[in-house]
């Protein structure tokens, strides 16, 4: 804990390890040998903006490296912890997560675009079936439907598929 004060960093100790972590922390060092994942995954993730994780082991064996896998940590220091890695290992534990953030940020834009697409797709079809055209007219029509409506090509979809729904169900009536 000296090198963290040394490089700058204000920091807090914490024994019996909490239920759950206050918002202020943006990184956390967590000794994971005598702990059970159940306690430290409750104990990091409660937060909605979670910390960087650093582990702290005393010997590699494969359940230890389970339980650092397990607790999602970003990195890892040996005991006896010596002043040389901890930066680096604070550094590497704090790239780490924001890449995965940045990472299930961009997969869940992606998703979303995804679903999209398949919803302009499915009214495109249904589009098709119903008057005949062909799939480019199809998406003419829904985008000049969206550009007159001043809305996404998406939501004209949507009202689409919606309508569709609607008057198969008024035939099975």
């Not at 005393?58 to 006896?80: Q, R, T």
Request: charged share 25%.
């Amino acid at each position: 804990m000296q090198q963290v004060n040394r490089i700058g960093c204000n920091f807090d100790h914490m024994w019996p390890v909490p239920k759950s972590l206050p918002e202020k922390f943006d990184l956390v060092f967590v000794d994971v040998t005598e702990q059970s994942a159940q306690k430290l995954k409750s104990f990091i993730g409660n937060n909605a903006k979670p910390p960087s994780v650093v582990a702290i082991i005393g010997y590699e064996n494969p359940s230890v490296l389970d339980l650092i896998f397990e607790i999602g940590a970003h990195s890892v220091l040996m005991k006896p912890v010596r002043a040389a890695g901890v930066l680096s290992s604070m550094l590497m534990a704090r790239r780490f997560q924001q890449e995965q953030l940045r990472f299930k940020k961009d997969l869940t834009k992606l998703r979303e675009k995804l679903e999209n697409v398949q919803k302009v797709n499915d009214a495109k079809f249904i589009l098709m079936r119903h008057r005949g055209i062909t799939e480019r007219d199809a998406y003419d029509l829904i985008r000049k439907q969206a550009m007159a409506k001043r809305t996404t090509t998406t939501e004209i979809a949507q009202s689409i598929i919606n309508a569709e729904s609607i008057l198969s169900n008024m035939g099975d009536s």
